[in-house]
């Protein structure tokens, strides 16, 4: 059967999308010997070796106690380390994310890096990949131990069962982890979509008040391209008073159309929340 080791971590939440990778690693289960194939620099290979040769020391009992009892039970373990570092990088990915749409959804900031979210959608479309992938080889490894040949002794059969109960709980994990990242993929989805959604309320708003300006100034300029023709006969341009009636008739028009907007809600701060 085969699974991926996740190995590689970020020093910062900013950075952590450039240092996840993962790798394959291959199981091949004996009666007494366990062989794996994986990558030299892997991460687990590793921490079960240092971990086996601390247990398996001289005067260590209680060590010995929590050797694995066969070679599938080991194989469970590494498999059950390799989905628990997946749910640090679950916890990664949920604070890279956070901080994304926080600033995505910031109606004060102009959002730029796309890219990085890009990349961050892409990850998690590989882990689910992945994920999914680790799923159909613990099933089919259940369903393996389900036709293995039943035995008589006692201790076989409990042994098996406690395979059993392993592996189904190693598959809860991997279950957990896929319903954390379509989660996650799902919110950078919505995260998106409300993105373009209030840019478009804010594009509707800034369109609404130019209107809203254009159309207060519409009847000045109509107004004053009145008294602006060239005819000696206009009505109060002899007189002394003539500025000051239209100065108040052009304030006038502005201001009634300025109360009458803001009473049809056109303008005023509720909008541009």
């Known amino acids: 059967m ?16 450039e240092a996840i990778d993962t790798s394959p690693v291959g199981f091949a289960i004996f009666d007494r010997v366990l062989l794996t194939v994986h990558p030299t620099d892997c991460a687990v290979r590793e921490y079960f070796a240092q971990r086996l040769t601390g247990l398996g020391a001289a005067g260590e009992t209680r060590g010995a106690a929590r050797l694995p009892a066969s070679p599938a039970d080991l194989m469970l373990r590494m498999v059950n ?3 628990d570092s997946y749910l640090e990088l679950r916890r990664l990915l949920t604070r890279q994310l956070g901080s994304l749409q926080s600033e995505l959804l910031d109606p004060k900031s102009r959002f730029g890096d796309w890219k990085l979210l890009l990349d961050a959608r892409n990850i998690l479309h590989m882990l689910e990949d992945t994920c999914e992938d680790q799923r159909s080889a613990m099933q089919e490894w ?17 042994e098996r069962e406690l395979l059993r109960l392993r592996s189904r709980d190693v598959l809860e994990h991997i279950e957990r982890v896929l319903t954390h990242v379509r989660r996650l993929e799902h919110s950078a989805e919505v995260a998106v979509q409300m993105h373009f959604s209030a840019l478009g309320h804010r594009t509707n708003d800034i369109m609404r008040t130019l209107t809203v300006l254009t159309a207060i100034f519409l009847p000045l300029n109509l107004i004053t391209g009145f008294f602006g023709m060239n005819f000696d006969s206009l009505p109060l341009i002899h007189s002394a008073t003539g500025i000051w009636a239209a100065i108040s008739a052009m304030a006038a028009v502005g201001v009634g159309l300025l109360v009458y907007f803001r009473r049809k809600r056109y303008l005023g701060s509720s909008l541009r929340k």
Do not use: N
Not at 2 to 17: E, I, K, M
């Open 81 to 83: 380390h390799m989905v």
């Open 2 to 17: 085969f699974v991926d080791d996740h190995h590689g971590t970020a020093a910062s939440a900013r950075r952590a999308l």
């Open 142 to 158: 259940i369903d393996a131990l389900d036709e293995w040949p039943t035995e008589g002794v006692a201790g076989a059969q409990r």
